[in-house]
């Protein structure tokens, strides 16, 4: 079992929807970077259960089908694999409901079950369908750190009801991560569905040790007692603050920041508008001359002794 201790278990700040990076660095801390496996991985940023994680040296490979993400990905995500398929029992090619927003925006429930699809257009989502390669999640692995139990330390799973297909296609008798974090709930409903993913799991040699609410984590059996590290309830003052707290603080930063430079565009505004007075009215008092001088040469006067100041001219010259 790894060695735990107390010592830098506190993460900045927690990327994961539901705390889930808070609670695997309760045991990563204290480990060298390893290997993640990250089953419906979305976006390299938002509600991400690997970044703090990939920030920290941990490399992976993100299994994420829909496009939009995957390409998200690969430009923020350099060092990890990037599986643009879908993960499943068997080899193939499935039609995966890309579910929107009610305004056409992205959001993580892109979902292969096309009942749970259904269900989110009645409730006012928009569902795009593309083709994509299934692909066991052992073939994805097969040459890959996931080979080696001492430093392939987890592996997430959160595919929108797809979850026991995925399990069912990892060969967990071969790879074994430290420990399996599955979502248990139904998306968007206090319905549990971890049944078969636990069964699979049960069979493969994993205990269970914790359910934080939204997922059900596993480890080892030969790691039984990490139950008590990942167990217990997140406290952010200990554990981590969480994503929005950081959002606020930056926030605030980033208005006081834009009040000093609103304050200095001000200033040198009142600057600016003092310069063009003082150059409006030299340009005034220059156009003055200018009347005058057009005056004088337009005189009479100024015509009948044209002749006496060539003279004059002559004069200075010689």
């Not at 080899?91 to 009942?115: C, F, H, I, K, P």
Request: hydrophobic share 45%.
């Amino acid at each position: 079992m790894p060695r735990m201790s107390s010592a830098g278990s506190q993460l900045d700040v927690s990327w994961a929807d539901h705390w889930e990076d808070v609670r695997l660095w309760r045991v990563l801390h204290d480990l060298a970077p390893g290997f993640y496996v990250d089953v419906g991985a979305m976006d390299p940023s938002i509600d991400s259960v690997t970044k703090a994680c990939y920030e920290r040296g941990w490399r992976g490979i993100d299994v994420e089908p829909n496009p939009y993400y995957a390409e998200r990905l690969r430009e923020d995500r350099p060092l990890d694999v990037v599986a643009g398929v879908a993960a499943g029992t068997d080899r193939g090619r499935l039609s995966l409901n890309v579910v929107l927003d009610a305004e056409g925006g992205q959001t993580g429930l892109t979902t292969l079950e096309a009942g749970i699809a259904e269900r989110h257009v009645a409730e006012g989502g928009r569902v795009e369908q593309v083709d994509v390669d299934v692909v066991p999640l052992a073939e994805l692995m097969r040459d890959t750190p996931a080979g080696d139990p001492a430093t392939f330390h987890f592996l997430k799973v959160d595919v929108e009801g797809h979850e026991a297909s995925v399990l069912a296609g990892a060969d967990l008798s071969h790879f074994r991560p430290l420990m399996v974090v599955v979502e248990a709930r139904a998306p968007r409903r206090a319905e549990d569905v971890y049944e078969a993913s636990e069964a699979l799991l049960l069979e493969a040699g994993y205990g269970f040790a914790a359910d934080d609410g939204l997922n059900r984590w596993y480890v080892r059996s030969e790691d039984a007692a990490l139950a008590a590290v990942l167990a217990p309830e997140i406290n952010p003052l200990v554990d981590g603050k969480p994503r929005r707290w950081w959002e606020q603080a930056r926030e605030a930063e980033l208005v006081a920041r834009m009040e000093e430079l609103d304050a200095a565009a001000r200033d040198s505004a009142d600057e600016a508008d003092a310069l063009r007075t003082e150059v409006g009215a030299l340009r005034g008092e220059a156009a003055d001359l200018r009347a005058e001088l057009d005056l004088i040469h337009g005189s009479k006067s100024w015509r009948l002794t044209a002749p006496l100041r060539a003279a004059q001219k002559g004069i200075r010259r010689a």
